[in-house]
């Protein structure tokens, strides 16, 4: 039927719906059941009866648990957050600015910065240095140092790819734990089992954690895990093969890492803050016996 000149029609059933209060112009049927405003499936969230709004929700109003329970949560427990890969940007922003600095300055903040056991440098006056004599910032700073472009280039390559597939998975807080336990991992299996007097540098350690992170998510959603052998052994082959690789920091990163992600992921959900925390201590605790066992034989 055609509609008549000025007086325009609205379609069959959408009339007398109220708006949703945050999203006006979308109309739906559910109210909020303890303010009673009008929301949409978008903002509703489930309570103990009924729907809440986000903001009865958010003021911890009527739910019967923390405001913050309806979140969603990560395979680790860890909080979804709107940029999934924030923590992975400042990694690689904090790596780019360590090397401008190495730039800067040259080769002295190289020899103040890099993982080194025990050892008398030149470029310092002559001065002994080291892990040994009591520099254990070493074991972390040197997982930040780079000094040549292919070097940096490929590590912050493999960190985006790597990064982007686990730190959505564990969520911030615990990613980072994986990082920097990797990373601290890898140096101190290098300074346990290196010569005293060979430095090493570059976030290669902590890298290879995430790979082994990344072998135990696989595992732990049932997915093929023969890609991710297939990467695990073109890795270990390029460790092994290469020159002036560290091979000590590639494994004890890849150790740490798969270790500790075992403990995020498969922790029993009633006891997960405590066993996630306890696997997160067991990998500290053990690279610092790892560098106190060191550091008693060199001194």
């Given at each position: 039927m055609d509609?008549?000149?000025?007086?325009?029609q609205?379609?069959?059933?959408?009339?007398?719906?109220?708006?949703?209060?945050?999203h006006?112009?979308?109309e739906?049927?559910?109210?909020?059941?303890?303010?009673?405003?009008p929301?949409c499936?978008?903002?509703?969230v489930?309570?103990s009866?009924g729907?809440?709004?986000?903001?009865?929700?958010?003021?911890?109003?009527?739910?019967?648990?923390?405001?913050t329970a309806?979140?969603p949560?990560?395979?680790?427990g860890?909080?979804?957050?709107?940029?999934?890969?924030?923590?992975?940007?400042i990694l690689?922003?904090?790596n780019?600015?360590v090397?401008?600095?190495?730039l800067?300055?040259?080769d002295r903040?190289?020899?103040?910065?890099?993982l080194i056991?025990?050892?008398r440098n030149?470029?310092?006056?002559?001065?002994?240095?080291?892990?040994a004599?009591?520099?254990?910032?070493r074991?972390?700073?040197?997982t930040f140092?780079?000094?040549?472009?292919?070097?940096?280039?490929?590590n912050?390559?493999?960190?985006?790819?790597?990064?982007r597939?686990?730190e959505?998975?564990?969520?911030r807080?615990?990613?980072?734990?994986?990082y920097?336990?990797?990373?601290?991992?890898?140096s101190?299996?290098?300074?346990?089992?290196t010569?005293?007097y060979q430095?090493s540098?570059?976030a290669?350690g902590?890298?290879y954690?995430?790979?082994?992170?990344?072998?135990?998510?696989?595992r732990?959603?049932?997915l093929?895990m023969?890609p991710?052998?297939?990467?695990l052994?073109?890795?270990?082959?390029?460790?092994?093969t290469?020159?002036?690789?560290?091979?000590?920091g590639?494994?004890g990163g890849?150790v740490?890492?798969?270790?500790?992600?075992l403990?995020?992921?498969?922790?029993p959900?009633?006891?997960?803050?405590?066993v996630?925390?306890?696997?997160?201590?067991?990998v500290?605790?053990l690279?610092?016996a790892?560098?106190?066992a060191r550091?008693?034989?060199?001194?």
């Amino acid at each position: 039927m055609d509609q008549a000149p000025g007086s325009p029609q609205e379609p069959q059933g959408t009339q007398g719906l109220p708006s949703c209060y945050l999203h006006p112009g979308r109309e739906t049927g559910i109210s909020c059941t303890r303010c009673e405003r009008p929301i949409c499936p978008e903002c509703m969230v489930s309570a103990s009866v009924g729907f809440q709004c986000p903001e009865c929700v958010r003021t911890g109003s009527g739910t019967g648990h923390a405001p913050t329970a309806n979140r969603p949560r990560t395979l680790a427990g860890g909080t979804v957050e709107a940029d999934p890969f924030l923590i992975t940007k400042i990694l690689i922003a904090v790596n780019i600015a360590v090397y401008g600095v190495v730039l800067a300055l040259g080769d002295r903040f190289v020899a103040e910065m890099e993982l080194i056991g025990l050892a008398r440098n030149p470029q310092l006056g002559g001065e002994i240095v080291g892990v040994a004599d009591g520099e254990w910032y070493r074991l972390i700073t040197a997982t930040f140092l780079h000094q040549q472009v292919p070097h940096i280039l490929f590590n912050l390559l493999s960190l985006w790819f790597l990064g982007r597939l686990v730190e959505p998975a564990l969520g911030r807080t615990r990613y980072l734990a994986v990082y920097l336990l990797s990373g601290l991992g890898g140096s101190a299996l290098a300074y346990l089992l290196t010569v005293p007097y060979q430095p090493s540098l570059g976030a290669s350690g902590a890298i290879y954690g995430l790979m082994g992170a990344f072998a135990v998510l696989v595992r732990r959603t049932n997915l093929d895990m023969r890609p991710v052998i297939a990467l695990l052994a073109l890795s270990l082959l390029f460790t092994f093969t290469w020159s002036n690789i560290s091979w000590q920091g590639h494994i004890g990163g890849l150790v740490a890492g798969g270790l500790i992600t075992l403990g995020l992921v498969y922790a029993p959900r009633q006891h997960r803050t405590l066993v996630q925390v306890g696997t997160c201590a067991l990998v500290f605790l053990l690279a610092v016996a790892a560098v106190l066992a060191r550091t008693a034989s060199l001194t």
